[in-house]
DNA sequence: AGTGTGCTCACCCTTTTTGGGGTATTTTGG
DNA sequence: CCAAAATACCCCAAAAAGGGTGAGCACACT
């Protein structure tokens, strides 16, 4: 028996073995209930507003849209709805896209079935349900490369080249002269062995200096 | 008993009953013990080579040095040490500070004795313990804002702007002429309502359109 | 005492970039 | 078809970028 505050979910899943699992998995919870599963993101945004789900497990290798970029067009048409990835990808530049469109969280599928539920749980009570490696991966996004050729007085000023600021207005920001500040960039360029702001930003990034 | 393999922890807090709280509970379980548990930052830091934990509980507020600016110290000591922050402080900047200069994991002092094991389990798992409310904000800070008064190409233009790129550089990258860019700068600047580079990156970084 | 590194500042030079003004055409989506 | 968006072009002056060279000062390390 639902309860009568029963989360609404949907799945898109194109595995249907897979999919079923899931749907008799979630609609065993007397929290959430399974109002639709599609085995693609067209058919699935083209239903949204008429679902209307508090949740949606998603995919993301599905026949013609993919996951991710069904996430931005779901969150379009209901901005409240909590949107998990559920997919076997461990990737960086998925992961990291999928939070970029708007995922809620992140799951491998090989999480426990009581893992499952108690991710839906999380997202009520205000969390982001991710998987061990996920989460490690989010977190380690944040961390800097200690190990860097750069003195801290040129990661200061590589910082804010990198946020668009020009020469004379670092200068004042540091309380140093311009031309002090023109010796640090040249410095950078050299250590880094590049020959352009774009160039030394992109390097510094890459290599989380910055 | 304690495992051949029982993984070190010191513990910085110096709030004595909650210290001791801590040092008492972690060494109920046979896979961690507890080698020193220090009330400030500097003492801790003292020691650490010879008390060579795997993993650190560290609290933020403490006399003298911040639990924040001692983890970068620790982790140049020992890089492989696994710094989790345990407080009372669910402050957006004190989250991503810590997270940036080298912490593993940010539990909420709140978090049930059986959870802060558990976390420490994930450590070793390759994950990375949060608290809910910390995982939330820690995905929430990838969500861009999808309510943004630029237009897609604008939004491209203005990313490649934050990167560094030129007007040409930006030019050559969407196969556009650069006058077009220029039109494009010209209108993101009317619309967020500044006359720089660094104001628009700023203003856009800040409102989430980048 | 000498060496090296980091931070600071200065002056030279040229080229590129930027921002602001205006105008206009084409493309696209509803 | 209309409006919005994207595209392109003109002119102009100020600012910024980059590259070269040199040099003083403090601090640490040997």
Redesign the interface.
């Known amino acids: 028996m639902k309860n009568a505050m029963a989360k609404k979910l949907i799945i898109v899943e194109d595995d249907v073995i897979i999919r079923e699992a899931f749907v008799t998995l979630i609609n065993q919870s007397s929290d959430y209930i399974v109002v639709n599963a599609y085995s693609n993101a067209e058919d699935a945004i083209k239903k949204i507003k008429e679902d209307a789900p508090q949740i949606c497990l998603m995919d993301i290798e599905l026949p013609g849209m993919s996951g991710i970029d069904a996430i ?1 067009k779901i ?2 048409i209901l ?1 409240d709805t909590h949107v998990v990835v559920v997919t076997v990808y461990e990737n960086d530049d998925l992961v ?1 896209k999928a ?7 992140y799951l491998t599928k090989n999480t426990p079935s009581a893992k499952l539920i108690e991710s839906l749980k ?1 997202l009520d ?6 998987s ?2 996920i ?2 991966m ?3 996004s ?3 490369n ?1 190990q860097t050729p750069l003195t801290a007085r040129e990661l200061e000023v590589l910082e804010l ?6 020469y004379s ?1 670092i200068a004042t920001q540091l309380f140093i002269d311009k031309e002090t500040v023109k010796s640090h960039i040249k410095n950078i360029y050299l250590k880094l062995e590049v020959h ?3 160039e ?3 390097k510094a ?1 890459k290599s989380k200096y910055i």
């Open positions: 931005p969150k379009a901005p990291f939070l970029c469109e708007g995922a809620s969280g999380e009570s205000g969390g982001a349900p991710m061990t490696n989460a490690r989010v977190v380690s944040f961390h800097k200690r080249l990198s946020s668009g600021k020009s207005t352009s702001k774009a030394a930003i992109e990034r």
